[in-house]
């Protein structure tokens, strides 16, 4: 059974920082691309940012390009999610999800049917 858990939200102030983890029971790990989504009240769920198998390309959405950064440990079946400058629009809750790839595309990609798991999310809330 696959699973991914994502942890290390909470609630921190404007201008701070947080950092997501996923661990995911797929294997084997490096044959999937990893992606970060998050979706708040009342909106559709966005890509945030996502990351090839080997690590070798990551990708970002506009809105987080510059404050996030998104990295894999293969070894430890863990991918991450460092947030930086966070800004009150941040808030969402944050899911973590898995996309099976042969090979590593020369961009991660960007639409939610692309990814074949999902995770449960975790609350980031940002404030003033």
């Known amino acids: 059974q696959v699973q991914l858990v994502e942890s290390g939200g909470g609630l921190v102030q404007a201008g701070g920082s947080l950092r997501l983890s996923c661990a995911a029971s797929?294997?084997?790990?490096?044959?999937?691309?990893m992606g970060w989504f998050r979706q708040a009240p009342g909106k559709e769920r966005e890509f945030v940012a996502g990351?090839?198998?080997?690590?070798?390309?990551?990708t970002y959405s506009d809105p987080v390009a510059g404050r996030f950064t998104i990295s894999r440990d293969n070894a430890k079946n863990t991918v991450y999610l460092q947030m930086n400058s966070l800004k009150l629009e941040d808030t969402a809750v944050y899911y973590c999800?898995?996309?099976?790839?042969?090979?590593?595309?020369?961009?991660?990609?960007?639409?939610?049917?692309?990814?074949?798991?999902w995770g449960q999310g975790t609350q980031v809330t940002v404030s003033s």
């Open positions: 990351i090839t198998g080997n690590g070798g390309s990551t």
């Open positions: 999800a898995a996309d099976y790839s042969l090979g590593n595309p020369p961009n991660p990609p960007n639409r939610l049917y692309d990814y074949d798991y």
């Open positions: 797929v294997r084997p790990f490096n044959r999937y691309v």
